[in-house]
């Protein structure tokens, strides 16, 4: 394929595997190596607390596996995507990609069958076309478990494995899921981007519940979007999960984000957590681990963030979570109480914003962390909602961003409220599902009530909206 970027995933153990089928090889190892690649393409991590968990090297299908995930997100970063120009709203504004990847395995014979399920999953995730082969491992230290126990410490009680983030919707699920009536072990994947510190704020909602795996990203990234980055926890979530012998695994997300319904294809919205997705990599789980039943769910599927956050009962962790994906343009930033501060300007903001100010919590604007609340700080007089600058593309987060995301999402909010389901389901056919049609109709009230809120101290607001969406007099208010 023109333009093919191919990839090796080597194990830092010393394979001495052919690289003449690729053009890069990418290296993973252990955090304690000290290893040399050339241009630097190496990714580390604990391999320790798996091992730790284990009670010696984890099962060939699961190093394999999570090794996999972790070159996966290697090949993600280091291809640069580009522009394509478009401008109408049904087009993708970035470039789809063609990355092969080749990754050796013990057990050769469980792995290919797979192939084409994992093409199908990353290349949906990602919105790239990615292909795998797999081919048989000839390093002598990659082989077949021979089933052999070692020593482990006593292991955590748990029935499930849930992921933990530091964000909104993980920590509504720390407690949504004990609510009914489970206990998990947690699992965290410090991959930095301040994720390590994030998750530490909440030591005592665990009791030593977790376990947070480290990665070290020791390569240059020419790409931001990162839209594999969820294979890579749910890898680590599976590994958990077998260590333990536990079948469930718990990934909340909230179903806005989830489905991302309310925006147009055009948009770079994130899949990682797609029910779509979902459904392929549990089938993936089927055929590798065949005596198991590992299943990934989202016990968000259906909730609001408004309702996710009603799960939370101590308002005081809220401003400890971090929803925003770009911490580095806000350079870590915390406020004196060590809370983390939000751009406010991506569509996960958008959101956040949304949940938070329409929760039971009564979050008030000060206290919404965030370095820019254009809702409620922006005058919107100065701007024309209907000739607002396309985005710049290389960029998830700026003021263009925002506006353009508000639009979006106002656009589709009031369709939800004036359309009748038919009419919806022309161009949002998932909304046939009366589950998925309540929370888009929970949603838009929501949008409308957050408009409301903060209209209250910025009347350009509610004269944007209303101008925006040519409504009548009250007609705003009827909406909420």
């Not at 797979?114 to 081919?135: G, K, M, T, V």
């Not at 751009?343 to 929760?359: F, H, K, T, Y």
Request: aromatic share 10%; with cysteine.
């Amino acid at each position: 394929m023109k333009g093919t970027k191919r990839f090796l995933i080597k194990s830092g153990t010393g394979s001495n595997l052919s690289e003449a089928d690729s053009d890069y090889t990418i290296v993973v190892d252990d955090y304690r190596t000290e290893t040399e690649t050339e241009d630097g393409r190496l990714i580390k991590y604990k391999k320790e607390v798996l091992n730790d968990l284990f009670g010696q090297s984890p099962p060939p299908a699961v190093t394999a596996l999570v090794e996999l995930a972790l070159g996966t997100y290697v090949a993600d970063r280091l291809v640069k995507r580009g522009p394509t120009g478009a401008k109408d709203d049904g087009e993708e504004m970035l470039k789809s990609r063609q990355i092969q990847i080749l990754h050796p395995v013990a057990d050769v014979e469980k792995w290919r069958p797979i192939e084409p399920e994992l093409n199908h999953a990353i290349s949906f995730i990602s919105r790239d076309n990615f292909q795998y082969r797999f081919i048989d491992a000839i390093d002598e230290n990659q082989s077949i478990d021979d089933g052999a126990d070692g020593y482990r410490d006593q292991l955590p009680e748990a029935d499930s494995v849930a992921l933990f983030s530091g964000g909104l919707d993980s920590l509504g699920g720390r407690f949504h899921l004990a609510e009914d009536g489970y206990n998990p072990h947690f699992v965290s994947v410090d991959h930095g981007r301040n994720v390590g510190h994030l998750v530490r704020n909440f030591d005592h909602l665990f009791d030593g519940d977790l376990t947070s795996i480290g990665v070290d990203e020791e390569f240059y990234a020419y790409e931001d979007t990162q839209f594999t980055r969820s294979f890579m926890y749910f890898a680590f979530a599976a590994a958990v999960a077998v260590a333990l012998d536990v079948d469930d695994i718990f990934v909340p997300e909230n179903g806005v984000l989830s489905r991302f319904s309310s925006l147009e294809s055009g948009w770079t919205t994130t899949r990682t957590v797609h029910p779509l997705f979902v459904k392929s990599l549990n089938r993936i789980f089927d055929d590798l681990f065949p005596d198991r039943k590992l299943k990934i769910s989202n016990p968000f599927l259906d909730y609001t963030k408004k309702e996710v956050v009603d799960c939370i009962p101590n308002k005081a962790d809220i401003f400890f979570t971090r929803t925003c994906p770009h911490p580095r343009e806000l350079s870590q930033g915390k406020d004196a109480s060590g809370h983390p501060y939000n751009c406010g300007e991506c569509i996960p903001c958008l959101i956040r914003i949304i949940g938070l100010v329409n929760s039971e919590h009564k979050i008030q604007p000060d206290e919404l962390m965030l370095d820019k609340n254009h809702l409620l700080d922006f005058d919107f007089s100065k701007v024309n909602a209907e000739n607002i600058a396309q985005p710049n593309q290389s960029r998830q987060s700026s003021l263009s961003v925002f506006l353009l995301g508000l639009n979006a999402h106002l656009s589709f909010a009031y369709r939800i409220q004036t359309s009748t389901q038919g009419e919806l389901v022309s161009s949002n056919p998932e909304l046939l599902d009366p589950d998925i049609l309540g929370l888009y109709e929970r949603f838009s009230r929501e949008i409308f009530q957050t408009v409301e809120f903060f209209a209250a101290d910025n009347p350009t607001l509610e004269n944007y909206v209303t101008e925006f969406l040519s409504l009548e007099d009250e007609e705003l208010a009827n909406l909420c």
